[in-house]
């Protein structure tokens, strides 16, 4: 199971960091990733982190201003995001790899959060 939280209302330039709770699984063998969908838009995937925490990877979009982390003895997964702009209004959802132990990160998921939702004002 996987429950993200820290999502909410802040004004454009602000930061939220995200969480993602991990239950049922070891979360420390599975390579981790940040969607978002926006109302309208296709669903994107905004960071990904292998399952060491080794590699990250990020959309153009939010480079530079997204970090993806993660704490395993937590089994928690995190997304910071700074400077914030009010085309980040999305719901977020964390999702695991479908496999263990990739060495690159992720682009196939298996699992999936129910999502939280993140709003940027102008």
């Known amino acids: 199971q996987l429950v993200e939280s820290g999502g909410g209302l802040v004004q454009a330039g602000g930061s939220l960091r995200l969480s993602c709770a991990v239950s049922?699984?070891?979360?420390?063998?599975?390579?981790m990733g940040w969607f978002r969908q926006a109302p309208g838009k296709e669903r994107e995937l905004v960071a990904a982190?292998?399952?060491?925490?080794?590699?990250?990877s990020y959309a153009d979009s939010v480079k530079g201003r997204f970090t993806i982390s993660r704490d395993n003895p937590k089994n928690t997964v995190y997304l910071q995001m700074n400077a914030l702009k009010p085309e980040d209004t999305a719901v977020y959802s964390c999702?695991?790899?479908?496999?263990?132990?990739?060495?690159?990160?992720?682009?196939?998921?298996?699992?999936w959060g129910q999502g939280t939702q993140v709003t940027v004002s102008s």
């Open positions: 982190i292998t399952y060491n925490g080794g590699k990250t």
């Open positions: 049922g699984r070891t979360l420390n063998v599975y390579g």
């Open positions: 999702a695991a790899d479908k496999v263990p132990l990739r060495s690159t990160p992720p682009t196939d998921f298996g699992s």
